[in-house]
């Protein structure tokens, strides 16, 4: 696969998050300027992952059928532009509950409609590569959109943050669209009537082997414990490592600002981890095997967070970044390798649906289980159910052919 060609999806990719990330940041502080209550500002920032459990399907019944996937992936790209448009127009709950609605129709034509892509176009002997670096993308793009947006806020204002943030982004659909030809994204359609649409809202899991579910699991485990709880709770495990502020000479550093330094971090430590583990897994030719690894030493990361000690603290979140794009990596390439071609759409949307339900659960679960279980032990319950994935995916790499 060319450079030239990778380039620009990942780029596209990483850039449509702008308008998402910029949200994350600031719509907590700037929920007067969008017209809406605080209260309702997790149901904003929350939604979009709740409707992808819907339109995940249709997205990779739909990758599945059309022999040019290029004009889909462009247009997710062209709608999430104008989604985020509609943030920097719209005050009121109405209008964004209605953008975040179709950000997240948006997001699943992009993100599994890209990855069918590079899985499309990637040579076999160097999926894991392939696949690393296009979730290294993902990474950027969350982490760059968080940094940027935030920035942006506070230089021009809310809506003209977000109003460049669309330029941004709709910069990086103009790239893909310069990049892609019809060579690049053609497909062999399957041959299944066009009326069957619907039943795609929920995906057809007859067929599916138990490896198939081995990766999909891991994924929404992973992203349950990462996205959902640790995303969540980040701000509850500063405040009872180091108190309401840290002092550091004559620099008092808030619990805020120390938990978006660290969430961050964690972000970028996944770029780094995605894309050495899709390369290892090519080299080594055991995903599964790596995959059960990653799974254990991140469980041992999660487990160490809780522990009232800050230096513990950012130990744990350094293992469970790198392990948490690393098992990110892996599950993707793996589904590439155990889904047949014509039939990698619905197989990633099945993934994509468990990852995010897990990222969508994770923090409604953890806030109603803290004042019954406490912080730790939420903790260690989502380090058990990684455990319990990881002798899954060993019990893989015992009976498959290795990778």
Do not use: C
Request: aromatic share 8%; hydrophobic share 55%; no cysteine.
């Amino acid at each position: 696969m060319s450079a030239r060609v990778i380039f620009p999806i990942g780029l596209a990719t990483a850039l449509s998050l702008m308008g998402d990330a910029t949200l994350y940041v600031v719509l907590p502080t700037h929920f007067a300027d969008a017209g809406i209550a605080l209260g309702s500002v997790g149901l904003i920032l929350s939604v979009n992952r709740f409707i992808r459990l819907l339109t995940n399907g249709p997205a990779g019944w739909l990758f599945d059928r059309v022999a040019d996937r290029r004009l889909v992936f462009l247009g997710s790209l062209t709608l999430g532009v104008f989604a985020t448009i509609i943030y920097a127009t719209t005050s009121g709950l109405e209008g964004l509950f209605v953008a975040r609605l179709l950000w997240g129709l948006a997001w699943s034509g992009i993100w599994i409609g890209g990855t069918a892509i590079v899985l499309h176009m990637a040579p076999e002997s160097e999926r894991g590569r392939w696949v690393g670096i296009y979730q290294m993308w993902f990474f950027f793009g969350s982490a760059v959109g968080s940094l940027l947006g935030g920035a942006l806020t506070d230089a021009v204002g809310y809506r003209n943050g977000l109003w460049i943030g669309a330029g941004i982004s709709a910069m990086g659909a103009v790239a893909a669209a310069l990049a892609l030809s019809a060579q690049h994204t053609n497909n062999h359609p399957a041959g299944q009537s066009t009326a069957s649409w619907r039943k795609s809202i929920v995906p057809d899991v007859r067929g599916v082997s138990s490896a198939m579910w081995a990766a999909v699991m891991a994924q929404g485990v992973n992203r349950l414990a990462g996205a959902g709880i640790i995303g969540a709770t980040m701000g509850l495990i500063v405040q009872q490592s180091i108190g309401p502020e840290l002092q550091w000479g004559a620099w008092q550093i808030g619990v805020a600002s120390i938990t978006g330094s660290l969430l961050s971090a964690r972000t970028l430590l996944s770029l780094v981890g995605a894309p050495l583990a899709g390369i290892l897994s090519d080299r080594l030719r055991h995903r599964w095997g790596l995959l059960a690894a990653s799974l254990a030493i991140g469980a041992v990361g999660v487990i160490a967070l809780p522990i009232p000690n800050g230096n513990v603290v950012i130990l744990g979140t350094i293992i469970a970044a790198l392990t948490s794009g690393s098992v990110q990596a892996l599950t993707t390439t793996l589904v590439g390798d155990l889904a047949r071609a014509h039939e990698r759409g619905k197989h990633l949307a099945l993934f994509n649906i468990a990852g995010d339900l897990g990222s969508a659960i994770g923090p409604l679960v953890a806030y109603a289980l803290l004042a019954v279980t406490g912080l730790a032990t939420i903790y260690w319950a989502s380090a058990v159910l990684m455990l319990g994935v990881g002798m899954w995916a060993a019990r893989n790499s015992e009976t498959r052919q290795r990778r």
